[in-house]
């Protein structure tokens, strides 16, 4: 079982639907961080969370530590917002190598 | 304006050839890192830097080889001796080491062996 799991892997939604990504994990944590892949293959930081939530425009991600659960909510999506959403946690045990574990990533794919 | 310029975009390489992706970053961060995607997994740590001449390897660095010699640039080697190097090929880097705030990436390299 991989650390960090998303679903869906996959999602197909109509311009103007109301969106969510799911993450969850099952080591204990320092932070969170949800990450966009365009399709050129580049990345962009969305988020960095360690509890709560925080809103950006049109995305809102929220987190529970408790339940090891963090959501990306897209609303009122629009084509561009057509990505790959990656999941990343923070590895609070880590004291070598990489911190940060990497869900597979969710392709969302917008239609007008 | 800031940012991470990787390069080449798309890169062949002929089997026991060796190849360098370029790294070049003007946000004057101290950490920068080197990932690999393939199909299906999650960005794994390949390299990271945390200050100049300085670096560590990551979770999967045999066959790979870095060096740091300004803060700006971090290249990466892929060599000969990296069984499977087809893949894309991230770079990023952040204020503070050990992964701890806000990633920066590139636009990535795609680097496949014939």
């Known amino acids: 079982k991989n650390e960090v799991e998303q679903s869906p892997q996959n999602l197909t939604a109509q311009e103007g639907e109301f969106i969510t990504i799911n993450c969850s994990y099952s080591v204990g944590i320092s932070a969170l961080h949800w990450l966009q892949q365009h399709p050129g293959g580049g990345i962009v930081s969305l988020f960095m969370?360690?509890?709560g939530k925080k809103k950006h425009g049109r995305l809102i991600a929220t987190i529970n530590i408790q339940e090891k659960h963090s959501s990306l909510h897209i609303t009122a999506s629009h084509p561009r917002d057509s990505a790959v959403y990656i999941c990343a946690v923070s590895d609070e045990r880590k004291t070598s190598g990489s911190r940060l574990t990497f869900g597979e990533g969710t392709q969302l794919t917008v239609n007008p | 304006d800031g940012g991470i310029t990787q390069s080449p975009k798309y890169l062949f390489r002929k089997e026991g050839q060796n190849v360098t992706l370029s790294c070049e970053q003007n946000l004057n961060h101290d950490a920068m890192y080197w990932y690999r995607q393939d199909p299906g997994q999650g960005l794994r740590l390949i390299y990271y830097?945390?200050?100049?001449?300085?670096?560590q390897k990551g979770d999967i660095a045999e066959g790979y080889s870095v060096s740091r010699e300004k803060k700006e640039s971090f290249p990466l080697t892929v060599t000969s001796a990296q069984k499977n190097p087809t893949a894309f090929y991230l770079c990023?880097?952040?204020?503070?080491?050990?992964?701890?705030?806000?990633?920066?990436f590139g636009e990535g390299s795609r680097l496949t062996v014939l």
């Open positions: 969370l360690s509890s």
């Open positions: 990023a880097s952040s204020i503070y080491g050990g992964e701890t705030g806000e990633l920066f």
């Open positions: 830097s945390q200050i100049v001449n300085d670096f």
